[in-house]
């Protein structure tokens, strides 16, 4: 929790050792701790200038020598005086700075404090706040460019367009029906018509970049589904291109799931290994099963891998995840009996886990099947499911609005406007209840 009047402190760059470390400190002691811990007095140290000087502690002894900046309240991220120190990227120089800290009377900052004083300060709102979050844990390069250009304050730029729209078509309304003495019920009936059809156009496209961004942000999870001794652990490694799963010819192995990330053709993947289904009576497989069917309902995309080698080989299943069929151990089948499969159907892949032929058409296909399913080009993407259900929220009460006979009766169009109105300082931050604003900084790094 936030207390006015706390300066606070943290870790900025990522724990460990390392060429550096940054540690970032905010509030209203921020100079004055700086100057006790260098020795030296205000004027040396200028707004947004780097400066080398010795860090003591409270003995007079060096803890190290440092690159630091001071800004200067209110021009820095928070909004408040804010000190970084770059020290050396030894864990014991940072720690002995820490001490230095506490002893200064700070306190270490709690998780997302610094881009919620931000917030709190007016520096950004709750759009380019959760596009900081969404920029740090981007998995593409396309995630970190719209992550970016949310942060930018062009998504925010967009809907505050809209609110304005909005906002302008009930005045409309409100002038019709408590000021004005001729009959203009009909022109302003399809002023508001028409801005509220346009709104609801606008919010609608972006409902549907929520997806790619969530592809493009936080990655994808693929999950590896089948029957056992198809071959889901060895076409895991295969992709992994190193022996993460147990591969035994013993079907029921793999009882867990398993995870491993690698690279796509630019596309970040989350690969899940699972145990193999089937009726099965030992408890320990039965558990392994229901794990395999959790992470099915949890899959961005599955491999449904089957083995052709099999007599009565298991058909592909329905999931409602999009679904590609990866048909393994190539290298056993006949000429004929690879041609009858790429003949069944061209959304097949034909593989062999164990010899890697056909893994570049897989990887090929996988590259397909998100860039044609999940990523949608757009100029604006909303990037959290807290924007997606706000937006949701609109788009019902616009509709209602919208309806046959509601349009007619201005003054529940009013009412629907205004509503829609307060959704956006919800979607901007300008209303949020305090226990939002925690779960979502709370999501963010300490130095963050």
Known sequence: MIKAGDTYYALASPAGRSAISI???????????????????TEYFIHRKSSVVDIYNENNSLIDNCVVVWYCAPNSFTGEDLVEIHTHGNPKITQNIYKELERLGLRLADPGEFTKTAFLNNKLDLIQA??????????????????LNNISGNLSARLVDLKKSLIDALVHVEYELDISESDNKSATIKYVAKTV??????????????????????????????????????????????DRAIVTS????????????????????????????????????????????????????????????????????????????????SDLLTKDQIKRIKNSSPENVL???????????????????LRDNFIQKADLYITSARQQTVLKNVKSILNRAQAQGTIKELELVAVDLKLAVEQFDWLLGKTTADDV????????????
């Open 23 to 41: 540690i970032r400190i905010s509030g209203p002691k921020s100079l004055t701790t700086l100057l006790n811990m260098s020795k030296h007095k």
């Open 130 to 147: 959760e596009a900081v979050g969404s920029l740090i844990n981007a998995q593409s390069d396309r995630g970190i460019d719209l992550s």
């Open 197 to 242: 059809n346009a709104s609801l156009s606008f919010i609608k496209t972006l409902l549907e970049t929520h997806r790619s961004a969530k592809v493009l942000c936080d990655g994808v999870r693929i999950v590896i589904v089948g029957e056992p001794n198809v071959g889901k652990s060895t076409l895991f490694n295969s992709l992994l291109s190193f």
């Open 250 to 329: 013993t079907p029921g192995t793999t009882r867990d799931s398993i995870e491993g990330a690698l690279y796509i053709l630019n596309y970040s993947i989350l690969l899940i290994d699972t145990a193999g289904i089937r009726e099965a009576q030992n408890k320990i497989e039965l558990a392994g099963i229901n794990k395999t069917n959790s992470e099915i309902k949890n899959a961005d995309l599955i491999y449904y891998v089957i083995d052709p080698t099999k007599k009565g080989a298991s058909p592909i299943e329905k999931t409602g995840a999009t679904t590609i069929c990866v048909y393994n151990k």
């Open 351 to 369: 593989i062999s886990a164990k010899t890697k032929d056909g893994i570049g058409h897989l990887k090929q296909k996988t590259a397909e099947v």
């Open 437 to 448: 604003l925690k779960n979502l900084f709370s999501e963010f790094c300490v130095g963050k």
